[in-house]
């Protein structure tokens, strides 16, 4: 599934599922999970350049991302691992004025989170290289400047109930992108702005994947 | 493209798009045009059983579909013929009690229109077979009762409108289907429901498309 940038046909996105985030955008913790569809004309592999659309607040959220290999509909909690390939660091970009008033008006998320390049995405990690998903560090900076810093361990919905829940609507397929949620720490990236992140193991220190975009 | 359903990476749904339709789910005319996306995963071919989760209002709404043959962002109205390889006539089932709750609380939308069997999609028109997709008669009958019929010249937004705006914002791929809005008589689907859709040349009398699903 190292292709699933190409063969990969839907992109899964959870939102509000680290409670620092959800505080700092001033929203309620959710009682249950609730995703929204990126679609994977969004993907702009690591080294690309994303498009700013002009008159458009754009936002980095760095979340970890499963990477299906098997598929499946009602999968259990304890199967989700099981239906995993493997992992990529990703940025859910958003654009964020137009999401205040999509929401306002009780519109789709759809074209907020779908602009070409919006999905900033990294190597693909196989599962064998990762000792537990639920403790993993993730981070992004801004020139330099840190600005996101989690673990997957404060996740609100472990990665089980989130394949579960997913997978109860509709069917996972091999290659499609579930993204897990956002630490604390979003903010605006304007044009010009050079974004690294990286995926970390803090029990080995070892890098799992990085992720650069201009 | 008569593969779209396997090939396809993406649905893009647009809202809101026949004056009669507004009205009777007392939303405001639409000032430009807007969209969700559904999952390929929720395609259902015709001849096929629609399932309805427990606890889920399932409502029908049919609509004209645009298959895409050739890829392209920012595509000028007068192109978007172009880069349209052919027609489906389709379905867009909604979870409605699901859809009010996350409209009133500003969520996504990608859940209630997104089940599984929730896209009934009939075979490939191609565009040939087509004098003027401006001017297709398109009708829904539940156990054998009318109770959708439109012509897509009543669309509030033209299709080279529609493929514009799409394009403005995310890459049209070969193979997604673009779904144009759906004209007033929506209502309840339960169980055990046969229900026929048709596209159809009213200059003609010609049958173009003919869908069938329980
Ligand atoms: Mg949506
Ligand atoms: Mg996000
Ligand atoms: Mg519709």
Same mark, same amino acid.
């Not at 679609?39 to 299906?68: D, F, K, M, N």
């Not at 981070?139 to 673990?151: D, V, Y």
């Not at 394949?163 to 630490?183: F, K, N």
């Given at each position: 599934?190292?292709?699933?940038?190409?063969?990969?046909?839907?992109?899964?996105?959870?939102?509000?599922?680290?409670?620092?985030? %959800?505080?700092?955008?001033?929203?309620?913790?959710?009682?249950?999970?609730?995703?929204?569809?990126?679609?994977?004309?969004?993907?702009?592999?690591?080294?690309?350049?994303?498009?700013?659309?002009?008159?458009?607040?754009?936002?980095?959220?760095?979340?970890?991302?499963?990477?299906?290999?098997?598929?499946?509909?009602?999968?259990?909690?304890?199967?989700?691992?099981?239906?995993?390939?493997?992992?990529?660091?990703?940025?859910?970009? +958003?654009?964020?004025? *137009?999401?205040?008033?999509?929401?306002?008006?009780?519109?789709?998320?759809?074209?907020?989170?779908?602009?070409?390049?919006?999905?900033?995405?990294?190597?693909? %990690?196989?599962?064998?290289?990762?000792?537990?998903?639920?403790?993993?560090?993730?981070? *992004?900076?801004?020139?330099?400047?840190?600005?996101?810093?989690?673990? +997957?361990?404060?996740?609100?919905?472990?990665?089980?109930?989130?394949?579960?829940?997913?997978?109860?609507?509709?069917?996972?397929?091999?290659?499609?992108?579930?993204? +897990?949620?956002?630490?604390?720490?979003?903010?605006?990236?304007?044009?010009?702005?050079?974004?690294?992140?990286? *995926?970390?193991?803090?029990? +080995?220190?070892?890098?799992?994947?990085?992720?650069?975009?201009?």
């Amino acid at each position: 599934m190292a292709a699933f940038l190409r063969q990969g046909k839907k992109i899964v996105a959870i939102g509000r599922n680290y409670a620092d985030h %959800v505080k700092e955008l001033n929203n309620a913790i959710p009682k249950e999970p609730f995703f929204f569809l990126k679609p994977t004309s969004s993907y702009l592999p690591s080294g690309g350049q994303v498009l700013i659309p002009r008159g458009i607040t754009a936002h980095h959220e760095v979340e970890l991302g499963l990477v299906i290999g098997k598929p499946g509909r009602d999968i259990a909690p304890a199967d989700a691992h099981a239906h995993i390939a493997g992992y990529a660091l990703a940025v859910d970009m +958003t654009a964020r004025n *137009l999401q205040d008033e999509v929401k306002r008006k009780g519109l789709p998320w759809s074209a907020v989170k779908g602009f070409d390049t919006f999905t900033p995405v990294s190597a693909f %990690v196989p599962a064998a290289a990762v000792r537990d998903a639920q403790n993993l560090a993730l981070w *992004l900076k801004i020139n330099g400047a840190l600005r996101q810093s989690g673990n +997957t361990q404060d996740m609100i919905f472990a990665i089980p109930r989130l394949v579960a829940h997913i997978s109860s609507i509709m069917t996972l397929e091999e290659g499609d992108l579930v993204l +897990t949620g956002t630490p604390s720490g979003i903010g605006r990236i304007h044009a010009g702005d050079e974004i690294e992140c990286g *995926l970390d193991d803090p029990a +080995t220190g070892k890098e799992l994947a990085r992720l650069q975009f201009g």
